[in-house]
């Protein structure tokens, strides 16, 4: 059977196939392209038998446990329009429905709100959470607040979806090899024991259930919606700080929406508007194996180059190797690929598999053996494989902040001439560095910058988050060290990690045998008499008495004062909290030269108190 070519199909076949790729979508890990899936196998379906039944039933959610509710509403799908010409369809069937029942079509207006691409979800009047499921009945999934999700509507009912922050997700999640913030939110829900890489997202509050009754919202009459067709979608999605998949535009008067009613399928007041993305074609050439800093083997694949976006492409991620298996991807495969965002190339659907998909079981850089690690394959050669050995040693000196030259390609050039630990990098002198391959002055600016780094002013938790410590990134470093000095870090037990405000079981073991195994290195390194600058302890800062004591701040913009790290140091020293981003939890947005509105509007929308750089000391001088 031809999956790659919907015209090939069979009825049966195509009916099948778009149950599967619904399926993989709704849980986690999609096969096709949303638009692929619209305009490329259910287009074909339409063409064929519009009235089959598929076509006029909600698409089934996964099964999320064995406790299923029936919704005080059904919860359906959405009916799309990809065009203008497709919105202004949708309006002229409204328009006559009010005619036949004596309301003037004018006097309706329209609201258009972000299309969430997430987990959908209800939250009912008895304050339980309940999947989509048939749109019928759905699973009991409040037990997600329990583990770390956030209710952004503070207990009101209503539909929404579970979301991670678009931002959070391209800073900390990506990298480690998923497609989708989608696919957290479908791992949170589905497993009794949190995946190890959620824990810190769902810590950090980024892992969220949002009604859609608490986001922005344009307004306007259907003239203004067509007038405005682009103009109201960007403005929408650009303000909007969670995934989306277009925006969703619906009537507010009661009365039409009762009229109106609903298929079995959709609520005929209500439309789904989304943007086709610009894809083009091309042919696979090979697949590159690269091997991560914790050992995750991710796939690239290179291509014939194209243009996308304004942009010559010649390698597109391929995320993992479960990815490689089930869309069977190799040298010959034409894909169809995006930027997504403008930014990373990706696969928006396989046109054509290859005749054989190849999955490497060897570490492309030790030859160790890989293992399974769910849809990844991981190389358990920590400390042996030079990949991951270069990329710690990276992670090292890119965290440290104040170091030039230590780039990836010079520390691999190390590493390859046996400079492959921190105690040796730091011990080398001139003549090491040019032994290993580096020109004379080359190697002097090496020995400089490592003399500068023990010399320059650096934040203790930045120091031990650079060591890769499992579950011990930056704020957790952090948090870390405002209970417990750094020395003292290796005498904790499971136990009194857990009891710190922030830390579950899991990552408090992970933390304990993570620092016994670089107890070493950490040890050393300290003996080498790096410039420390010491968190205040807790305990000690709740004895400070300053106008800002408690408080939690996000610096933003460029400051004239000093750095922004600088006024995150002070501003702890004085009882604060200094974090990175703005959260329901912050309670003063401090603002330099040039912040972003979109900073800005959610500092406002979440109550954020704002003060500029002036104010703001003028507020700790008092």
Known sequence: MNE????LLTTDALVSFLKKASKAYRSGSPIIDDDTYDHGYLAELK?????????????????????????PMPMLSTEKSYSIEETQKWIERIKKEASKNNIDPNALSIIVTAKLDGLAAMRREDGLLASRGDGIHGNDITSVFDKGVVDAGKGISGIGELVMETDYFDKHIKQLGYAHPRNICVGVVNSDEVNKDFIQALKDKAVRFVPY???DRWEGSFNDLIDQHEKVQDQIIKNCVYPTDGVVAEITHTKMKTLLGATNHHNRWQIAIKKRSPTKQTRVTKITWQTGRTGRVTPVLEVEPIELSGAIVSR???????NVKALRLGAGAVVEAERSGEVIPKIVSVIQ??????????????????FWDSDFLVCPNHDKCPAQVATSLGHFFKLHGQVDGFGPKSIEKMVSSEINTLKRIFAADEEVFQKAGFGETQSKNLRNELDRALNAEIEDWRFLAGF?????GKGDSKRLLQNTILMDLFDLTEQEIGNIDGFASLSAKAIVEGLKQQKTTITHMLSLGFNLLETPLLSTMEKIDSPITGLRIVFSGKMTQGSRDDMKNNAEALGAKAQDAISSTTNLLVCGESVGNKKLEKAKKLSVNILNEKEYLSLIKS
């Open 4 to 7: 790659n070519n919907p015209k």
């Open 47 to 71: 063409k064929r038998e519009p009235n089959h039944s598929f076509l006029h039933e909600v698409e089934l959610e996964p099964s999320f446990g064995e406790v299923r509710l029936k919704h």
């Open 213 to 215: 009754t608490t986001l």
């Open 468 to 472: 890769g410590v499992a579950q011990l």
């Open 316 to 322: 597109i991620t391929a995320h993992n190797a479960g």
């Open 353 to 370: 598999t290859t005749k054989r998909t190849t999955i490497i079981n060897k570490c492309p850089s030790c030859q160790n053996d890989l």
